[in-house]
């Protein structure tokens, strides 16, 4: 998968970096015409690309593949597996994780071959993230594991991958583990004043209060976060603290605050265009206003969330060509590798004539060793058949007598068989008959009873349905006795 990610990068490169370089904001192609095409020039087109992200990912994607045709021309690996991963971050911030997934695994091979450790550990995160979202926890956990293990020298970023466990484990419903990683997050987070992770940790403390009924505490929580992302302008992290109040609002049946959280999130997932959270504001509403008994704006909320759910992903197979952007090897590098393929080639050429000697030689003396062997194995085979043989005959005279045996009792069997089974048929068949005219009466009865049913009055059905009752017993008695007289009709076999 990651091969043909790469083949459609090379690809769509050239298209996409002309328009990126016509649609750069105005002051930002300012900014760079002073610069040299060198690391700074990569670093500022990758800050640049982080500042729009809130703004137009489209835009931030235009920025970066500007650094992800130029690092490579320069050398400059880390400032393109930055470009990676922040184009992975504009495809997160959309909601498309199987794009934002494949740029994050291009950003580790990176950060890998410059053994850059802070780089790696911040990419599995990011990876760690996505499995989160795709809900596989197992290989979320796995890989925040390994980015905790990776940034613990990093002081800015160990707080955001303490609160990214504790996260998982909420998923995982294991709230103790949860709260354990968010409190070590969270004394962090105050110590460096992060404030965004204090604004993650609060969001979660109120995930782990609404999962145990605490509603008030859980929208305690809840409002802190929402002022700090108010503050910060992290608007996709206010839509989805605004999904999760307006869930426990209807969860206590408060539908019209519920409402109004929603509305805030549809206007605010409008304005920033992210087409993955306003899908799940519609099937909120439509979930909303169908307990509140409005079936016609549920149903119209619902075909909202199915369209603009189809749409999203004809826009991802549509896009998935024009959207990707970057070099992954250079003219050099094809270059070099053909020169190493001569050269092996060469190699190989000379290892295989030494090989087809060495080869004649050694089957000759395998030729020998295995006709000499060949030949002790089928005396060897010989022998012990013919001693398999003779046991053999004497097992089957053996058996022969006893089949013999076997025949002359089975014979006699048969015939008493027959015999009991002639009996007990004549029985059968007497049985058979006299049964029939027993059963006729209670069956015309109940359903001459049941004819009446249809004509007779309230008063009459009851009497009809106590004459049925009687027959319906009746009948009942009657097919007991039959099996009574059927189960002693029927002559058990001698052992």
Known sequence: MIIRFLSCLALCLPVYQLAGQQHLPDSLRQKLSNLPQDSNYINTLNLAATDYLKVNPNIT??????????????????????????????????????????????????????????????????????????????????????????????????????????????????????????SQSMDLAWRQGNTKVIAYNYWSLGAIQRKEKNYRKALDFYNHAEKIWTQLGELRALIQTYQDMAEIYREQQQYDEAEQYLVKAVQLASHIKVADLQVNNYLRFSRLDSLRGNYNRALYYLSRHNLLKDSVYNLLKAEQIARLQ??????????????????????????????????????????????????????????????????????????????????????????????????????????????????????????????????????????????????????????????????????????
């Open 61 to 182: 994607r235009l920025i970066t593949a500007q650094a992800l045709a130029l690092a490579p021309k320069i050398k400059y690996t880390r400032g393109y597996a930055r470009a990676l991963t922040v184009t992975g971050n504009a495809y997160w911030y959309e909601g498309v994780y199987e794009f934002a997934q494949n740029y994050y695994l291009l950003a580790a091979r990176q950060y890998q071959s410059i053994h850059d450790s802070i780089g790696l550990g911040q990419t599995y995160n990011n990876i760690a993230e996505i499995y989160k979202k795709l809900e596989d926890y197992d290989k979320a956990l796995s890989y925040l594991l390994r980015s905790q293990e990776l940034m613990r020298r990093d002081s800015a970023t160990h707080p955001l991958t303490l609160y990214n466990i504790g996260e998982l484990y909420i998923l995982l419903n294991k709230a103790d583990e949860a709260k354990k990683y968010i």
């Open 326 to 495: 970057t070099i992954y090897e250079t003219e050099s590098r094809d270059q070099e590798n053909q020169q190493l393929r001569s050269e092996k080639e060469l190699k190989d050429s000379q290892l295989r004539a030494q090989r087809v000697t060495l080869a004649a030689i050694t089957f000759g003396l395998v030729l020998a060793g295995i006709l000499a062997w060949f030949l002790h194995l089928q005396r060897k085979k010989i022998s012990l058949q013919k001693e398999a043989i003779e046991m053999q005959a004497v097992a089957l005279l053996k058996l022969n007598e006893e089949l013999q045996g076997l025949n002359k009792n089975l014979e006699a069997r048969i015939d008493e068989r027959t015999s009991q089974l002639l009996i007990q048929n004549q029985r059968l068949a007497e049985y058979t008959f006299i049964n029939a005219h027993k059963l006729r009466a209670p069956v015309a009865s109940i359903l001459g009873l049941l004819n009446l049913l249809q004509q007779a009055t309230p008063e009459e059905r009851e009497d009809i349905l106590r004459h049925l009752k009687t027959c319906g017993e009746q009948l009942d008695a009657i097919i007991r006795q039959v099996s009574r007289n059927l189960e002693g009709a029927i002559v058990p076999e001698k052992s």
